[in-house]
């Protein structure tokens, strides 16, 4: 597995060995690079603003605003065109939040998503082709209406705690199996 955080997954198939299903394991040992995405939530203390996905992968759900890095950028460099394409928006104080690794059964390619958070941008969150921004006190946020493992990191990521993940879906949508560390993750070459 190539990836920015590939030995600390790596020491997560180790320290999960028991448990981890099979489709996890051979998609994070398999010879494909991660492919990396960006997701951006704006949370402005008591608020997050999502948008609802109008059309793709993960239409009809709610998420932060985000998508695949492109040739050439920096993973911020995406989140920030990402946030302006999907949202109309320019974050001012964007910082890291959590990585999250995904594994499909049906597609032998991990996904790697850096999350970020901001609380001040310019511009007004505008709907557009792909996503129809609404804000959500902290209390409200529509887990029944987002991606099965969002219930699992929202709890740090909305107090400020870095966090790492690696989360196993069949059928797509059917969270099987995940892990969620929070803190920095800092593996030694030695346990790489
Ligand atoms: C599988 O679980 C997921 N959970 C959450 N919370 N977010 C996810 C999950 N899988 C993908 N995402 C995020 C990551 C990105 O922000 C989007 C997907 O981006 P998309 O496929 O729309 O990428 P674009 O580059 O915008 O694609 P197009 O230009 O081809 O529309 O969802």
Not at 54 to 67: A, I, L
Not at 165 to 185: P, Y
Request: hydrophobic share 40%.
């Amino acid at each position: 597995m190539l990836g920015l955080r590939a030995p600390w997954v790596s020491s997560v198939l180790r320290r999960h060995a028991a448990v981890v299903p099979d489709f996890v394991r051979t998609t994070l040992e398999g010879p494909q690079p991660n492919k990396l995405l960006t997701l951006v939530i704006i949370n402005d203390g008591s608020r997050v603003l999502l948008g609802r996905k109008k059309r793709g992968f993960g239409e009809g759900y709610y998420n932060g605003f985000g998508g695949k890095v492109e040739a050439g950028e920096t993973v911020r460099q995406a989140a920030e065109r990402e946030l302006l394409e999907e949202a109309c928006i320019t974050a001012e104080d964007m910082t890291e939040a959590g990585v999250l690794v995904f594994t499909f059964d049906d597609n032998p390619q991990p996904w790697e998503v850096h999350v970020f958070s901001a609380s001040r941008f310019r511009g007004e969150p505008t709907e557009t082709d792909e996503m129809a921004p609404v804000w959500f006190n902290h209390m409200e946020v529509p887990f029944n209406q987002m991606w099965a493992d969002d219930v699992h990191w929202y709890p740090a990521f909305l107090q400020q705690k870095y966090f790492c993940g690696v989360f196993g879906f069949r059928e797509t949508t059917k969270l099987v199996w995940h892990t969620l560390e929070e803190g920095e993750v800092q593996v030694a070459p030695e346990m790489a």
